[in-house]
């Protein structure tokens, strides 16, 4: 016979099995993880962490009623009945109780006991028990007293919601206690009824501006928009037309107007023509005005009443689209400040607005009214920068105008050591005097071109990084929000359309205010970029999973936002590709404001005013044989024919040394370049080539190599200069393929022509005989271009479509 199943014990200690059926099943083993549907119980916490968690739900419990500060002292008020009843009750329970020892007392007394130890015995415990129960015993009053408290008591008189009149009710000791304790723990709700009070307080506030003409409230909450509108609005021809602003004493500003829609019946007040903006009342918040006031940040000390940044507060304060092409290096903090203002008045307001309809729509029980205050995102506004320096910049703006209650931060230190300042302080830099403009701006700090980040504010707290659909403003470059949108926005370049198009991410749906600073640097950067995320704004999003449809503006539901879409731009001067760009991407029904700065030699403000060597300045007209419209694709091909039949074909038969040919557009780099690294043309003529993307070996190399004379021709790009700024040594003839984009480079690169000492202690230059000079392109599409090198009067006469000569000479 086998062994028995499960049989002796076995050496090595192991604990006996067990006799199991075999169609039991098998019992878990310890810490194996199971695998029916059956949740494992959790294991309860700490005795410390189970009572916190239940304060909290009882706090949570009692908080939620606390709807006002009505509410409040109703609760209080319940409260103090109901110990006072209880008291009350627990006084007379110890009357009766009483009464029932006595009689206990009574009863032991008479009995009779055995042994007289135990009568001894049980009499000092009686005596005892009664003591201590006399000590809790009230003192018994007077009958005269008695029957007075009894007649006072009958002739309290109660009002008709059953509350005394003219009587103050001691509380007892017990009372003060309970109350104490209420108190410590309600420290919490009596900041919540303190925020409350000041919310009623901005109530009546608000209610005194509904009654005003405020643009906001006329905008985003009372205006009505359709789809016929906006075909009309559409059809309309609108031209800009010169306008004269009285409040801007400044001459050195064209102002231009493009009419918005004023015909329509539902937009009502919200359209203001820009000679009226300065005549009607900025509406600022009474917490933001006040604190603004303290540190003189506000609109009438900071802004004084002629200057051209009042001029813009007005328009802008108005949500008409502004396009200031006047921006330097000086004024870019008033700008950024002025932006700032707005933006965080709009944010406070748009905010303000959505919590007091909360609080109206939590009170009102039978009526049904609707409140569209809201858009498919929380996020209503979009501040596109350059670097991240700039973007510490308009931060450190923020923070310097917000109101005094708001002290917490939260992510503050992580943004700033992710947007600090890039530059090593030990290093010693030159003073600012000595720099160029672009100099400055890159010496600021973080030169990082692709970056993203939410803000969120609250009425006493700032969250940075908060996700977008938790965000109030978007702080991002056109490259770091391009990569948030994906390759989805490729599609924009496709569609006939932008309204065709729907994207998956909603929180450029709802975008109300659309600030894009030194739009001029980000044209150098990459100007796609920035026309991609402009027409990605306020396109109709395929889903709004944080949407609540109930508060969603019709127009909003309608898919035209756009054309509540305030936009505002910074640059430092107008190109042709960011006039297009406004002119497409602006469809605000409040119009557009242009400001276009004035340029004259003779103050200064012309770029060929601050040219020093005395050189030859030739400028040549390539297109007066083209008699017909002149497009951008055709420019291309004369300014390149002109070039290859009278620039570099005479460089061929007689090649000349320490030849500069400036190129503004990469485009144009590339084909010049491939004429020069012909097979046959590299016999003849030495190039080097200096762009945006050459390495800084090969750089160094092509400086050297073009100073010694060891090349003929060196090719330079304006990108390059731009980010690099090299004094090129050794220039001998300037040669413009195209004028630059920034008027400041002419002369700076005028400059590096050698004047005539330095020529002379030079002996380098000996074997040149023809002396400096400068030969510059143009078309008559260049006008904007050459009203920044030869000022506004010189560049219409050279630029009008029938010029009398090709040629002009400016020594």
């Not at 968690?53 to 009692?62: G, L």
């Not at 393929?737 to 008027?743: A, F």
Request: some cysteine.
């Amino acid at each position: 016979m086998g062994p028995r199943k499960g049989g002796g014990k076995k050496k090595g200690g192991r604990k006996r099995k067990a006799n199991v059926w075999d169609d039991a099943e098998p019992k878990p083993k310890r810490g194996a993880v199971s695998s029916g549907n059956e949740v494992k119980p959790r294991k309860n916490g700490s005795m410390m962490g189970q009572w916190k968690t239940q304060k909290i739900t009882e706090r949570a419990k009692a908080r939620k009623f606390f709807s006002n500060v009505g509410d409040k002292k109703n609760i209080q008020r319940d409260q103090y009945e109901e110990t006072r009843e209880r008291t009350a009750n627990a006084i007379y329970k110890n009357e009766s109780d009483e009464e029932e020892l006595d009689e206990e007392e009574e009863e032991e007394t008479q009995s009779e006991y055995s042994d007289s130890d135990d009568e001894n015995v049980l009499k000092k415990k009686n005596s005892l028990f009664a003591e201590f129960v006399n000590t809790f015993k009230p003192t018994e009053p007077i009958e005269d007293e008695e029957e007075d408290e009894e007649e006072e008591y009958e002739e309290v008189l109660v009002d008709e919601n059953g509350q005394e009149i003219g009587q103050e009710i001691d509380a007892t000791e017990e009372e003060n206690e309970m109350v104490e304790e209420n108190i410590d723990e309600n420290n919490e709700d009596e900041e919540q009824v303190a925020s409350m009070e000041k919310d009623d307080e901005e109530q009546l506030e608000d209610k005194e501006e509904e009654e005003q003409e405020d643009p906001y409230r006329r905008r985003y909450l009372l205006s009505s928009f359709t789809e016929q509108d906006a075909k009309k609005f559409n059809a309309q021809t609108r031209k800009y037309t010169k306008v004269t602003l009285p409040a801007l004493k400044e001459d050195a500003y064209d102002v231009t107007y493009r009419i918005g829609a004023e015909e329509v019946r539902g937009l009502e007040g919200v359209v203001t023509a820009p000679e009226t903006a300065d005549k009607k009342t900025q509406y600022v918040r009474s917490r933001l005005l006040s604190t603004w006031k303290q540190r003189g940040l506000d609109a009438e000390t900071a802004f004084p009443r002629g200057s051209v940044e009042h001029t813009l507060s007005q328009q802008i304060s108005a949500y008409t689209d502004v396009f200031f092409a006047g921006q330097t290096y000086e004024n870019t903090e008033k700008l950024r400040q002025l932006s700032a203002m707005h933006v965080l008045n709009h944010v406070l307001k748009a905010r303000d607005t959505v919590t007091r309809n909360n609080e109206r729509i939590k009170k009102q029980s039978e009526e049904n009214k609707e409140y569209r205050d809201q858009g498919f995102c929380r996020a209503s506004v979009l501040v596109l920068l350059p670097l991240r320096s700039s973007a510490v910049a308009f931060v450190n703006q923020l923070l310097k105008l917000l109101p005094s209650n708001v002290d917490t931060f939260h992510n503050k230190d992580r943004f700033f050591s992710e947007f600090g300042s890039a530059k090593d302080e030990e290093s010693e830099a030159s003073s600012d005097e000595d720099k160029k403009e672009w100099q400055r701006v890159f010496d600021e700090g973080n030169n990082d071109d692709c970056f993203q980040l939410g803000l969120s504010f609250s009425r006493k707290a700032v969250r940075f990084y908060s996700e977008y659909h938790h965000a109030d403003i978007i702080l991002a470059s056109p490259l770091g929000l391009r990569q948030q949108l994906g390759d989805e926005v490729a599609m924009l370049d496709e569609a006939e359309t932008s309204d065709d198009v729907k994207l998956s991410s909603d929180f450029l749906s709802t975008i109300e205010v659309c600030i894009v600073d030194s739009a001029s640097l980000m044209a150098m950067q990459n100007l796609d970029h920035l026309r991609t995320v402009l027409r990605a704004t306020n396109l109709q999003p395929k889903e709004a999973p944080n949407a609540d449809f109930s508060r969603v503006r019709e127009w909003n539901l309608a898919f035209l936002a756009s054309y509540f879409r305030q936009t505002i731009v910074f640059a430092h001067g107008v190109e042709p590709t960011l006039n297009a760009l406004v002119t497409k991407s602006c469809r605000n029904v409040s119009g557009v404001v242009k400001y276009t700065r004035r340029y004259d030699a003779a103050d200064g403000s012309a770029s060929i005013s601050r040219v020093v060597p005395q050189v030859k300045q030739i400028f040549q007209r390539v297109d007066l044989e083209h008699t017909g419209r002149l497009t951008a694709a055709d420019e291309v091909e004369l300014r390149f024919a002109y070039f290859k039949k009278h620039v570099f074909e005479p460089l061929l038969d007689h090649p000349r040394k320490r030849v500069l040919i400036f190129i503004p557009s990469y485009f144009d780099y590339v084909r010049v370049r491939n004429l020069f690294n012909d097979t046959m043309n590299k016999k003849l003529i030495r190039s080097v080539q200096c762009c945006e993307y050459t390495t800084s070996k090969q750089v160094s190399r092509a400086r050297t190599s073009f100073f010694h004379g060891h090349c003929h021709v060196m090719l330079y790009t304006e990108r390059f200069h731009f980010y690099h700024q090299y004094q090129i040594r050794g220039v001998q003839q300037l040669i413009w393929y195209g004028l630059p984009v920034m008027g400041d480079f002419y002369a700076e690169m005028m400059n590096m022509l050698p004047s005539d000492t330095a020529e002379q202690n030079d002996g380098g230059f000996a074997d040149n005989t023809d002396g400096k000079s400068s030969i510059a392109l143009f078309t008559r599409l260049d006008l904007l271009r050459m009203q920044r090198i030869v000022g506004n009067k010189r560049a219409e006469r050279m630029c009008q479509a029938k010029a009398a000569k090709p040629t002009f000479l400016f020594c």
